[in-house]
């Protein structure tokens, strides 16, 4: 074997689950068929549990830097800071169950680089300008082709995650299934310059798709071109987009950078095919509505990148591997599900009209507008488990918490991450058992809260409030997540 994990695709999602996997002692390798770096604005944010992920990892400064600018980008394409719903910008921050988790605004290039650096300080290689062009697979590993300057290379790994994108070549060779709805609108931005607006209707919504425009800005969302258009957008496919849309012509100069998406929404059946699995737009495509794309990759990489070291170092326990599909695959349904609804909201006519009034009126209620906070920031997730939730914490991502140590000071929980292991918050150390850090507190900063196992990905496998620790369900979320093979004898 050459390494442990062939990954193929270093956008965002690819170099973090690479990261994720050399942190938990995994050697993987990047294969990426560009020449280097994308500088594509694709996305241009990410969420909190994307940002919190980073933020475990030591990475926030860092993405932060880069926030009031990505905040200003917004506010000035979109007329307000505020997170929306089908271009309905009333999703107010203060309104949220927890307005302190906060999403971070930076664009895919800065983003890239950022984890670029990251992952090579750990020892990642990242192979730009090699391309997979075959792949197979058998009981002991995958084996790819791969074409590169140097020529047709084979290389062999126990473990393959394609992260390769929307147009996925991973997913094509295995095959994997990828039902769903194909597209009904198209969705143009590009750096560019209208000649004459003054013919223009207002920036928004009308009876024939939507149309932005200013700042060095046009974007269009077109729901009477559905075609399958190649390359970069010329100034004459952007031309005719506000045509179809304004029923104005236009003359556009000027036209720099752009992107092109449809809505179409599909999904793998499986994000994992025996040695092969994926994450991000490879495991899932859907429109950019509402900005949670890179997010949602994002965690399919943390979810998948310690479960897939320790398969691969043989200490995971049973069926480990296949709770990446069972608990990520319906998270990207219900993504694909809120962008389709975000679509029929665009769509012109007197009934998506109608429709939206009414959504924008059930917004102003504050338990409504926390409903639409919780669904595109992802804050409601909670994962199921197979033993009793006990706290109404087990199941879903930790927050930042302050903590008092037992031998005296304060850190926070984010502080003690960076490595990438599991770890036990607990009045006492649970000192029977191996395979986790752990941290004897006496207050975590919640009065419902006196311990927890938190799993590498931020998840919280179990936790207890006060006068409850010796809650039986420790022990078997202990075995669930670290292995059961994992616990001393009385002796040490």
Known sequence: MDND???????????????????????????????????EKRARGIGPLATEALRRRGLGEEIARHDAQGRADFARD??????????????????????????????????????????????????????????????????????????????????LAGCDGGRSTVRE???????????????????????????????????????????????TFDFDDTERHRGPITAEELEASVRRISGVDVAITEVGAGLRFTDQARQASSY????????????????????????LGLLDAVNLGWKLAATVAGTAPAGLLDTYHHERHPVGAEVLHNTRAQSALLRPGPHSDALRDIVADLMDIPEVNRYFGRMLSGLGLRHDFPYPATHPLTGRPCPDLELTLTGGGTTRLYDLTHQGGPLMLHPAPAAQWTG?????????????????????????????????????????????????????????
């Open 173 to 219: 060779l295995v095959p994997f299934g990828f039902p769903g709805t194909p597209p009904t609108m198209t969705v143009r931005r590009a750096a560019a310059r209208i000649e004459d607006t003054s013919a223009l209707p207002p920036p928004g919504r009308n009876d024939r798709g939507t149309l932005f425009y200013g700042g060095g800005m046009v974007a």
């Open 78 to 159: 979109h007329g307000s800071d505020n997170g929306h719903f089908a271009a309905i910008h009333k999703i107010d921050p203060a309104l949220q169950d927890e307005p302190g988790r906060e999403r971070t605004l930076i664009w895919q290039p800065e983003l890239e680089k950022i984890l670029v650096s990251y992952a090579t300080g750990l020892g990642v290689p990242i192979r730009y300008g090699h391309r997979v062009t075959g792949l197979g697979q058998d009981e002991a590993g995958v084996t790819v082709t791969v074409t590169s300057a140097r020529g047709e290379l084979r290389l062999r790994s126990p473990y």
């Open 5 to 39: 994990v062939i990954v193929v695709g270093a956008g965002p999602v690819g170099l973090l689950l690479a990261a994720e996997l050399r942190l938990a002692g995994a050697q993987p390798v990047v294969l990426e068929a560009r020449h280097g770096p994308n500088d």
């Open 272 to 295: 994992r095919l025996g040695r092969v699995l994926l994450a991000g737009d490879a495991a899932h495509v859907h429109s950019p509505s509402g900005g949670q794309g890179l997010n």
């Open 436 to 492: 986790f850090e752990s941290v004897a507190v006496t207050s975590t900063g919640r009065s419902d809260l006196a311990a927890a196992l938190i799993r590498p990905d931020g998840i919280v496998a179990w936790a207890a409030a006060p006068g409850h620790l010796d809650d039986v369900t420790r022990e078997t979320a202990l075995r669930t997540w670290i292995g059961a093979g994992r616990q001393r004898t009385s002796d040490g």
